[in-house]
């Protein structure tokens, strides 16, 4: 079936009758619809992706460092800052 034949602009060689523009906005609404449900469902697949990925600690945070990397960064600053600062009180006690 060519796509003519499918708008109804080309007739066979039986004697059939054409399209009506009814028919033809039919179609081009279920075959809109049809592609948007596709897309959807492609949509849907990969956000659940993303999602799963950030569940594992997988995804990238910024400056492309892994989110489970700035995790770790972080309590080790943390732990950091508390030695400096009781090394600092301990200085100025003795």
Known sequence: ??????????RPSYDRPRLT????LHR??????ATLTVYGLFLGYMVHGETLAKGRGTCIGPHGVPRSTLVTDEAREQALAEAAAQSV???RSS
């Open 1 to 10: 079936m060519s796509l003519l034949s499918f708008f109804g602009l080309k």
């Open 21 to 24: 523009l009814p028919d033809i």
């Open 28 to 33: 081009t609404v279920v075959s809109g619809l």
């Open 89 to 91: 009180l301990k200085s």
